[in-house]
């Protein structure tokens, strides 16, 4: 297979929890804003069902614009989007898309921001239930009657994580929630979604520039080209669950590689781990 061109949804069959056959389709998105150049370009993208996938690129490349598509958040020029076989034409319930900011309401405690999506999508009388079951999963069990204002940003996103889970969605969408936290915070989170995924076999679609967040966090990292946004690379993360931590050897070696892809695709001199937002 060419490293630079070559796709591997078929190789996810032996991850644990995730099927071989399609969940998430998108196929031949194109996308330009009014007046602006082209953002993307013929965009294709499977993800099974239970696979967590990053989307890795420069800032500018149209990662966010294509999970926001993904997700119903816009629609795009060309090209669609499938979900469990149905054309995604906006948004919905069983798929929830988590942000830079946590977007909590301040005055409110943990508890009440958790339930907020359960509250809006009629489904207030399961709150009772499935509250504690969520807090428990992020680790927040403790400030459940605590204000969110009292709280760190680490916790604030745990929060935001909670308020994601309450509904119990087939697919998460991240666009960069943890890059505005410091390193060590950050790869908590990091391991913890991961965690929360294989547990409830979610489908986790991801978006970050940061290649060590990637390699931490997905089964399979999908490089993008620029200038329109476009695939450059699909390649399965070769790590077990054991291995994908921070300074272990078979963690450096498999950085070292998605890297040394990433610096091909990108042109560049040396390769661009954390870059800023």
Same mark, same amino acid.
């Given at each position: 297979?060419?490293?630079?061109?070559?796709?591997?949804?078929?190789?996810?069959? =032996?991850? @644990?929890?995730?099927?071989?056959?399609?969940?998430?389709?998108? @196929?031949?998105?194109?996308?330009?804003?009014?007046?602006? %150049?082209?953002?993307?370009?013929?965009?294709?993208?499977?993800? !099974?069902?239970?696979?967590?996938?990053?989307?890795?690129?420069?800032?500018?490349? =149209? $990662? &966010?614009?294509?999970?926001?598509?993904?997700?119903?958040?816009?629609?795009? $020029?060309?090209?669609?989007?499938?979900?469990?076989?149905?054309?995604?034409?906006? !948004? &919905?319930?069983?798929?929830?898309?988590?942000?830079?900011?946590?977007?909590?309401?301040?005055?409110?405690?943990?508890?009440?921001?958790?339930?907020? =999506?359960?509250?809006?999508? =009629?489904?207030?009388?399961? +709150? $009772?239930? *499935?509250?504690? %079951? /969520?807090?428990?999963? /992020?680790?927040?069990?403790?400030?459940?009657?605590?204000?969110?204002?009292?709280? &760190?940003?680490?916790?604030? %996103?745990?929060?935001?994580? +909670?308020?994601?889970?309450?509904?119990? !969605?087939?697919?998460?969408?991240?666009?960069?929630?943890? &890059?505005?936290?410091?390193?060590?915070?950050?790869?908590?989170? %990091?391991?913890?979604?991961?965690?929360?995924? *294989?547990?409830?076999?979610?489908?986790?679609?991801?978006?970050?520039?940061?290649?060590?967040?990637?390699?931490?966090?997905?089964?399979?990292?999908?490089?993008?080209?620029?200038?329109?946004?476009?695939?450059?690379?699909?390649?399965?993360?070769?790590?077990?669950?054991?291995?994908? @931590?921070?300074?272990?050897?078979?963690?450096?070696?498999?950085?070292?590689?998605?890297?040394?892809?990433?610096?091909?695709?990108?042109?560049?001199?040396?390769?661009?781990? @954390?870059? !800023?937002?």
């Amino acid at each position: 297979m060419n490293a630079l061109s070559g796709t591997e949804p078929a190789a996810l069959q =032996g991850n @644990h929890g995730v099927d071989a056959a399609p969940f998430l389709s998108a @196929h031949g998105i194109s996308h330009a804003y009014r007046r602006g %150049q082209p953002v993307l370009s013929d965009v294709a993208l499977d993800v !099974p069902r239970g696979a967590v996938v990053a989307l890795v690129g420069r800032s500018g490349c =149209g $990662k &966010s614009t294509l999970l926001h598509i993904l997700s119903g958040l816009t629609t795009p $020029k060309a090209g669609g989007v499938r979900i469990g076989g149905q054309r995604v034409t906006g !948004p &919905s319930p069983a798929w929830v898309v988590m942000f830079q900011s946590p977007s909590l309401f301040p005055w409110m405690t943990v508890w009440q921001n958790a339930e907020l =999506g359960l509250r809006f999508g =009629g489904r207030r009388n399961t +709150a $009772k239930m *499935r509250i504690p %079951q /969520v807090l428990e999963l /992020v680790e927040l069990s403790p400030f459940a009657e605590r204000n969110v204002q009292d709280l &760190s940003g680490g916790q604030q %996103q745990r929060v935001a994580l +909670a308020r994601s889970l309450a509904p119990e !969605p087939d697919i998460l969408f991240l666009d960069e929630p943890f &890059s505005a936290l410091d390193a060590f915070t950050r790869r908590g989170l %990091q391991r913890d979604v991961r965690r929360i995924a *294989r547990e409830m076999r979610l489908t986790v679609v991801l978006v970050t520039h940061d290649v060590s967040e990637a390699v931490a966090m997905a089964d399979r990292t999908v490089l993008f080209q620029s200038d329109p946004g476009r695939v450059a690379a699909d390649t399965t993360i070769a790590l077990a669950e054991d291995e994908r @931590h921070e300074g272990g050897p078979a963690f450096a070696a498999e950085l070292a590689r998605i890297e040394r892809l990433y610096a091909e695709i990108a042109g560049q001199a040396a390769p661009l781990t @954390h870059e !800023p937002t």
